[in-house]
């Protein structure tokens, strides 16, 4: 192996390999690890450059071990079962710390759910933190472990210290006041609310990324997004002011119901909410795996990797959603 190899392998790459060298076939790894087939190849091929060294023969028939993937197998083994030891020892004192944007958010409450689980001797927490960017800093510094929410609309700065995991499509709804005249609709096409004010979020410095996507997708459709409202803190306060205002609302299909409005899926097209579990690159923690197994298996269970036929959403993000995938 060469001798310029990387003193800090991520273990995730050498759980890649193992898999691998394991099973000689690299679907049955990928579904072992609970990761798509693409995203195992890249760590694979990541490991060989850092490493400078072919671990594998691949043909279209078989996988194989090189002289060198052979004499990777015992170290790699060691190192992970040194990190395994090592969490076993530090990693039980706190718990893994999931924000979940608010209480009535269903995705993110679903996945930890699964983890929880699927690890039930580790401690995973929910917190609320409004918002991915609100939550982002948290990240970075240390405070909070993983998050979700819209990581193409991150500011690049942030992005730089995260890493992510495309989750979900939602696709998204309004929120109208009872008595609103698009509210007996069971739907509601884009252009009917050309004309409106829609709330989305502006001014909210916790959720710059949802006012962003709504900007996209208002352009150009005569849609105009609601000046800042008071900053409402907690479900009751915010649903004091959008009863004061009456307000429609931009917001998911699965969003929490609201006393006094009526929540209408969005149409024609459906614009699509890209939904990521989000992390600080390095993160460290005995039940972070089982948080990303959890993620992947909902996600596929209930298909919300799959769009849907004329699905709306800006290229940044498709781009962004389509780089794990």
């Known amino acids: 192996m060469s001798a310029s190899a990387s003193a800090h392998l991520d273990p995730r790459l050498l759980r890649a390999f193992l898999a691998v060298a394991q099973e ?26 850092e490493l400078g060294a072919e671990l594998f023969v691949r043909t279209t028939r078989q996988v194989t071990l090189t002289a060198d993937g052979e004499r990777l197998v015992p170290y790699a083994r060691r190192a992970l079962q040194a990190q395994d030891d ?10 893994l710390l999931v924000d979940l944007n608010s209480p009535g958010m269903a995705t ?3 996945i930890l759910h699964r983890a929880r689980e699927l690890a039930p001797e580790h401690e ?36 730089a210290g995260l890493d992510h995991q495309p989750v979900r499509y939602e696709p998204m709804a309004i929120l109208l006041p009872e008595g609103h005249p698009l509210a007996d609709a069971d739907r509601v096409p884009l252009a009917a609310l050309a004309g409106e004010t829609v709330y989305a979020g502006a001014g909210n410095p916790r959720t710059p990324e ?25 479900d009751e306060e915010f649903q004091r002011i959008m009863a004061k205002t009456r307000t429609p609302v931009l917001a998911v299909v699965e969003f929490p119901a609201m006393p006094g409005a ?20 390095g993160l460290v923690h005995p039940a972070f ?9 909902v996600a596929a269970e209930e298909g919300w ?15 962004t959603m389509n780089v794990h995938n």
């Open 24 to 49: 000689l076939h690299f679907t049955r790894a990928a579904a072992r690890l609970y990761v798509a087939q693409q995203a195992l190849s890249r760590d694979v091929r990541r490991l060989e450059r």
């Open 86 to 95: 090592l969490l076993a020892a530090f990693g039980q004192t706190r718990p």
């Open 108 to 110: 993110g409450r679903r």
């Open 124 to 159: 995973l927490m929910a917190r609320y933190e409004s918002g991915l960017t609100g939550a982002a800093g948290e990240l970075v510094a240390g405070r909070l472990d993983a998050s979700f929410g819209r990581f193409a609309g991150l500011d690049p700065a942030l992005r």
């Open 210 to 234: 949802w006012t962003d996507l709504a900007h996209r997708l208002f352009d150009g459709r005569g849609i105009e997004i609601a000046a800042p409202a008071p900053l409402a803190v907690g």
């Open 262 to 281: 009526v929540l209408r899926p969005l149409t024609d097209p459906v614009p699509l909410s890209p939904v990521s579990l989000v992390w600080r690159k």
């Open 289 to 297: 795996d089982a948080l990303r197994r959890a993620a992947a298996l």
């Open 305 to 319: 990797l799959r769009r849907p036929a004329g699905g709306w959403i800006p290229a940044i993000d498709l781009d």
